[in-house]
């Protein structure tokens, strides 16, 4: 038997992908059926996976021109707490429809923390910290506007190095170079927006700024470290939600040269005889929307005392707490302005419910498809994908400024970022696509594993 079991830890070409079936044919099948309706079916993570790049596409169109109208008279702290406020009511309202008319979400219990108290309040801080030194940095645009979308590429690197520093695990070599291959098609879909500087998201610029050369780099210094803090909560989220539960599982390495994935061990689970979990069907049991919940339930609380920061100085617009609330109750009430009164503040009220939409969907997406791929790398990879299309999207409208609104306008143009993008965005797909077949592979070795620890 250990010579067997040998000999089949050692297949790794095609053909013995072919006697792998072959194996497969003779498991139990009750035990055949758990694996093939893992989380990370085919099916199910493809259409994730496109529906968290739609969603980042729709995030990052609308998020700059939604921070762009805040008016003179109402602050950012405005759209971060009431965005927050709304995000939570909403998910709420999800979670109890899919409680009463779904079955598998029956079992979620809303009262109960998804997660030790700790753990969400780790998760909860680097999130918001560094949502709120995006949103604050590109309050006003204190980062030069070319260099905005251009910037956020970098959290796919900031990943990357969380994952070399932070993981003990080995990295594959496809992996690697898929990895690779997006941060190069990243590099050429920006490059041509980093080096124009009189042209952002569509629109020509006479004046590229009135802050000042000091100002401008501590902002892009902020705004660089709150992308690094949000890949940061990504590695941080996987450890919590996926690592942990593989120290409750006893393992056994399966020597492969395509086992091991960006942030998953080359280990796998060993089943108990008689039970019927293991770590997927945890992770799976995860639902997505109780821990987006509870994520911005304490994240509200956590806006709520960090009110000072709108009181700093060169931070914020307030000068003393009767401005700030001044300033916040005015940027909430903009987000009810339709119609004529629209224009008293900066048609805010059009992107803000665009803007919530493109959230929830999104912080769900992250949520999901992070359980979904075990990987932090994976899912900040996928995330970014999203960036040659908006490059795209600027090619064929603008963000322009009418009698001090700002407003879509369809205006095809034939430029340099148009070409770049189209050239990098099958460059990153091709990237995403080998994690794809990486991924899928994966239920080869776990099928030959299940063989031999039952087969035994």
Not at 20 to 49: F, Q, T, V
Not at 170 to 186: D, E, H, P, S, Y
Not at 234 to 251: C, G, Q, S
Request: with cysteine.
């Amino acid at each position: 038997m250990d010579d067997d079991r040998e000999e089949i830890l050692q297949f790794t070409d095609d053909e013995s992908l072919s006697e792998i079936d072959d194996i497969g044919g003779a498991l139990d099948k009750e035990n055949e059926r758990e694996i093939l309706m893992s989380p990370s079916s085919k099916i199910e993570h493809l259409s994730m996976k496109l529906s968290l790049i739609f969603h980042t596409t729709g995030l990052l169109i609308v998020f700059p021109a939604y921070v762009d109208s805040i008016p003179n008279n109402a602050n950012a702290y405005s759209v971060l707490i009431w965005n927050t406020f709304l995000s939570f009511c909403a998910i709420l309202l999800i979670a109890i429809l899919l409680g009463y008319t779904c079955d598998k979400y029956k079992h979620v219990m809303l009262r109960k923390l998804p997660l030790p108290f700790v753990k969400m309040m780790v998760i909860t801080i680097s999130y918001f910290l560094g949502g709120m030194m995006v949103t604050y940095a590109l309050d006003r645009n204190r980062v030069i506007c070319h260099l905005q979308d251009p910037i956020k590429g970098i959290m796919l690197l900031f990943s990357l190095i969380y994952y070399f520093f932070f993981c003990k695990k080995m990295m594959g070599k496809q992996r690697i170079f898929a990895t690779a291959i997006i941060i190069v098609g990243l590099f050429i879909s920006v490059d041509y927006g980093l080096c124009d500087e009189f042209r952002c998201r569509g629109a020509e610029r006479r004046h590229l700024t009135t802050w000042s050369k000091k100002t401008l780099s501590i902002w892009a210094c902020v705004y660089v470290g709150g992308f690094a803090i949000l890949a940061g909560f990504f590695t941080i989220l996987e450890r919590f939600l996926i690592k942990d539960n593989e120290r409750d599982n006893p393992v056994v390495n399966i020597p492969s040269t395509f086992l091991s994935t960006v942030s998953e061990s080359i280990s796998f689970p060993m089943p108990a005889q008689n039970s019927n979990s293991n770590i997927l069907q945890n992770v799976k049991k995860m639902c997505p929307y109780h821990l987006v919940l509870w994520l911005h339930g304490f994240g509200l609380i956590y806006l709520l005392n960090m009110f000072w920061v709108d009181l700093l100085p060169t931070v914020g617009k307030s000068t003393n707490i009767a401005v700030f609330e001044n300033h916040t109750l005015n940027g909430i009430w903009c987000h009810f302005q339709f119609g004529k009164h629209a224009h008293s503040c900066n048609n805010l009220a059009y992107f803000s419910w665009a803007f919530l939409y493109f959230y929830v969907m999104f912080v769900h997406g992250i949520f999901k498809f992070l359980l979904l791929s075990q990987s932090a790398v994976y899912t900040v990879a996928t995330m970014c994908g999203a960036l040659p299309i908006v490059g795209i999207f600027w090619s064929i409208f603008q963000l322009s400024h009418v009698n001090g609104k700002s407003i879509l306008i369809f205006a095809p143009e034939f430029s340099g970022e148009l070409i770049c993008s189209i050239i990098g965005l099958p460059i990153i797909f091709s990237g995403l696509v080998i994690f794809c077949r990486m991924k899928f592979r994966e239920y080869r070795p776990r099928l030959i594993h299940d063989y031999i620890f039952h087969s035994a």
